[in-house]
């Protein structure tokens, strides 16, 4: 059972346009929610985070939208380019064992191809 | 520029074989992950460590083992390898304290075993 609901799996932007990422999650104890980027053949990096007491959060190109009530965040990446090819995951994280621990659920993933 | 470094970066081998991925990490980090990553992309924790001799096993059952003897060292060991070990295994570290931090992973290790 996904506890962090990413959609779509695959996403196809012509360069100039806007790419936009949907995530969803049941667990009202997530309170960090980051996004990852990978390109092929390397590990997952930080693109951005947002935690729930803002509702957007804007780096350059990329946003975060988050919604407390509806349970949602999103990634907008703005004026896309072929290099923001890549795929992109959600992650909900919370805090067990009163701060011992920091326990990351990841959404599925999301392919982007931005083309020319 | 990496500050968590994963050797090898790709490694084929028979079945049976004992090996160990080696995960190290230069930004002081308490807390270290690792993650099996297939095909299809998702990541499932295996083993995750709070700190020096802190170990525990993840969400994804996995025969693999792993130590912390040194704040900066993660390694994972499969005493046994088998065709269904094979896939793309990733470290991360993340701050200390108690609130929650982004990760930083390193740039996984390939594992084909034949």
């Known amino acids: 059972q996904q506890q962090v609901k990413q959609s779509p799996q695959s996403l196809i932007v012509q360069k100039g346009g806007i790419s936009i990422i949907n995530c969803a999650y049941e667990?009202?104890?997530?309170?960090?929610f980051p996004w990852y980027q990978q390109f092929p053949g390397k590990g997952p990096a930080l693109l951005i985070a947002i935690r729930p007491d803002v509702s957007e959060k804007k780096e350059g190109r990329f946003t975060i939208s988050f919604n407390k009530s509806a349970k949602q965040f999103s990634l907008h990446i703005m004026d896309s380019q072929p290099g923001d090819s890549a795929t992109y995951f959600c992650a909900a994280s919370e805090i067990w064992n009163s701060g011992g621990y920091q326990k990351v659920t990841f959404g599925i993933g999301t392919k982007l191809q931005v083309i020319p | 520029e990496a500050d968590i470094y994963q050797t090898p970066r790709y490694l084929v081998i028979g079945t049976g074989k004992k090996i160990t991925l080696e995960c190290s990490q230069t930004m002081g980090h308490d807390k270290m992950y690792w993650y099996q990553q297939d095909p299809g992309m998702e990541l499932h924790l295996i083993h995750y460590?709070?700190?020096?001799?802190?170990?525990e096993k993840g969400d994804l059952s996995s025969e693999s083992t792993v130590s912390r003897i040194r704040t900066e060292h993660f390694p994972l060991t499969l005493e046994s390898a088998r065709p269904s070990h094979t896939s793309q295994y990733l470290c991360a570290s993340s701050e200390s304290g108690t609130a929650n931090y982004g990760y930083t992973f390193g740039s996984g290790t390939r594992l084909t075993v034949v």
């Open positions: 667990n009202t104890a997530f309170d960090y």
């Open positions: 460590s709070y700190g020096v001799n802190s170990t």
